[in-house]
T-cell receptor
C-alpha cells in the first residue's frame, strides 16, 4: 500500500522568505502526485499536480514542485512567501497503475508565515 | 475548471437527529464521488466511495448504517449522518475525479458539522 510522509508538521517562516515543504512517498511505481492547500474551514484547493512529462511543475500562487523519482519525493517550494500563504498543505499520491484511483494523503504541513 | 459544490458549509444539530450533506458536480458528470472526514489538525480519512446507481463502498470501520450515502444521479451525492452524536462532530469533505483516472481530483468546500 502506498504511504505519504510529510516530515514537517509545522513550518514557520518570515514573510518574503523562501520555503520548502517536504513530501516523500513509499512506492516507485508510476504515480500521480498532488499538492493541495486548505484554509481554515474550507475544502482542499489544488495547487499543482504531476501526471507525466516535465518533472518541474508550476502551480498557482507562485508555488512549484519537483518530482524526483529516484528519491521518491515531491517537495513543494515557493521563493517568497506572503502572509496569505498561511494554511495547511497536503501532499497526495495516486498509483496510476493500481486500478484504484484513490489518493493517499500525507498528514499535512502547517505553513505559518510571520510578518 | 471543474467545480464540486458542497452544502451546507456549516450545520449545528441536536443529538439524535439526522443531517444531510449534499455534494454536486456543477459542470461535469461524476459517476464516482468520495466522502472524507477530517479531524482537527489531521489529514483526510476516506469514509466511502459513492457510485452512481449502486451501493456505496465503505472503508473499514465506517458504519454504513450511520453514514448513509446516496448517489442517485451523475451530479449529486448525499451523505446523511443518522442519529447524530457529539462524536460525529467533524469536518466532512466530498470530492470527485473529473478525469476518471485519478488525475482530476476536485474537492468540495467542506461541511463543518457540530452535534450538540
Amino acid at each position: 500500500a502506498q504511504s505519504v510522509t510529510q516530515l514537517d508538521s509545522q513550518v514557520p517562516v518570515f514573510e518574503e522568505a523562501p520555503v520548502e515543504l517536504r513530501c516523500n512517498y513509499s512506492s516507485s511505481v508510476s504515480v500521480y502526485l498532488f499538492w493541495y492547500v486548505q484554509y481554515p474551514n474550507q475544502g482542499l484547493q489544488l495547487l499543482l499536480k504531476y501526471l507525466s512529462g516535465s518533472t518541474l511543475v508550476k502551480g498557482i500562487n507562485g508555488f512549484e514542485a519537483e518530482f524526483n523519482k529516484s528519491q521518491t519525493s515531491f517537495h513543494l517550494r515557493k521563493p517568497s512567501v506572503h502572509i496569505s500563504d498561511t494554511a495547511e498543505y497536503f501532499c497526495a499520491v495516486i498509483s496510476s497503475t493500481g486500478g484504484s484511483y484513490i489518493p493517499t494523503f500525507g498528514r499535512g504541513t502547517s505553513l505559518i508565515v510571520h510578518p | 475548471g471543474a467545480v464540486v459544490s458542497q452544502h451546507p458549509s456549516r450545520v449545528i444539530c441536536k443529538s439524535g437527529t439526522s443531517v444531510k450533506i449534499e455534494c454536486r458536480s456543477l459542470d461535469f458528470q461524476a459517476t464516482t464521488m468520495f466522502w472524507y472526514r477530517q479531524f482537527p489538525k489531521q489529514s483526510l480519512m476516506l469514509m466511502a466511495t459513492s457510485n452512481e446507481g449502486s451501493k456505496a463502498t465503505y472503508e473499514q470501520g465506517v458504519e454504513k448504517d450511520k453514514f448513509l450515502i446516496n448517489h442517485a444521479s451523475l451530479t449529486l451525492s448525499t451523505l446523511t449522518v443518522t442519529s447524530a452524536h457529539p462524536e460525529d462532530s467533524s469536518f466532512y469533505i466530498c470530492s470527485a475525479d473529473t478525469m476518471g483516472t485519478g488525475g482530476g481530483y476536485t474537492f468540495g468546500s467542506g461541511t463543518r458539522l457540530t452535534v450538540v
